[in-house]
C-alpha cells in the first residue's frame, strides 16, 4: 500500500477539481488551499449565526466563493475574510423557511414515518446550498407525484423537503448480498 503525502493528495484533487469545474490547475490549487484554510474562518461564521444558519457551502462556478444561508429574510451581504494572505470571497443571504439545527431535528424526529411514507428512500438529509431536508428514493419505488410527496412530507415535518429520485440500479447494496471493495 502506496499512500500519498499531503502535497501529493492536494496535487491529485486539483487535477479532478480543474476538469470538474473548467479552471486551470494552479487556480484549482489555489481554490482547494484557500478552502482549507478557510476552517476556521468558516467556523467562526457558523458560530456567529448559530440561531438562524440553514447552510454554509462553496459555491465554485460563476465565481468562487463561499455562501452563508440564513433562516428569515436578510439583504444578502458581500464580505471578503482573510485567509493565509488571500481573500475569502463571502455572499450572506436570507431567504430559508428553516435552520439546519430544525431540518436535523426534524430528521431525527420523523426518519422512521419518513421511510414509511417513502418506499425505496435511499438516504435523508440536510441540503446547505438550500436548506431544506433533502430526501433520497430509488425512482422505481415511486407511486406519487414528486411535489405530492413532498408537500405531505412538508407538513409531517414542519420544515422544507426537497425529493429526488435516484435512476440509478442499487444492486449490489443490499444486506443480503453486499458489496466488496478491494
Known amino acids: 500500500l502506496v499512500l500519498d503525502t499531503p502535497a501529493q493528495a492536494l496535487a491529485r484533487d486539483a ?13 484549482a490549487m489555489r481554490r482547494l488551499t484557500l ?19 440553514a447552510g454554509l457551502a462553496i459555491e465554485h462556478l460563476p465565481t468562487y466563493r463561499l455562501v452563508v444561508l440564513l433562516k428569515g429574510e436578510t439583504a444578502p451581504v458581500a464580505l471578503s475574510l482573510p485567509v493565509g494572505g488571500e481573500r475569502l470571497p463571502v455572499t450572506i443571504v436570507g431567504g ?16 422512521t414515518a419518513i421511510a414509511r411514507a417513502i418506499p425505496g428512500t435511499r438516504g435523508i438529509g440536510h441540503d446547505p446550498r438550500t436548506g431544506r431536508m433533502l430526501i433520497f428514493q430509488r425512482a422505481t419505488a415511486a407511486t ?15 420544515v422544507p423537503v426537497t425529493l429526488r429520485r435516484l435512476a440509478a440500479t442499487f444492486e449490489n447494496a443490499s444486506a ?4 466488496r471493495v478491494e
Open 35 to 53: 478552502q482549507q484554510a478557510s476552517i476556521p474562518q468558516v467556523e467562526k461564521l457558523r458560530l456567529r449565526f448559530a440561531d438562524r444558519l
Open 176 to 179: 443480503a448480498g453486499g458489496s
Open 144 to 158: 406519487r407525484p414528486v411535489p405530492e410527496v413532498e408537500a405531505e412530507l412538508s407538513a409531517l415535518t414542519g
Open 15 to 27: 487535477l479532478s477539481y480543474s476538469t470538474a469545474f473548467g479552471v486551470d490547475e494552479a487556480e
Open 96 to 111: 430559508a423557511a428553516a435552520t439546519r439545527a430544525e431540518v436535523l431535528r426534524a430528521i431525527d424526529t420523523h426518519r
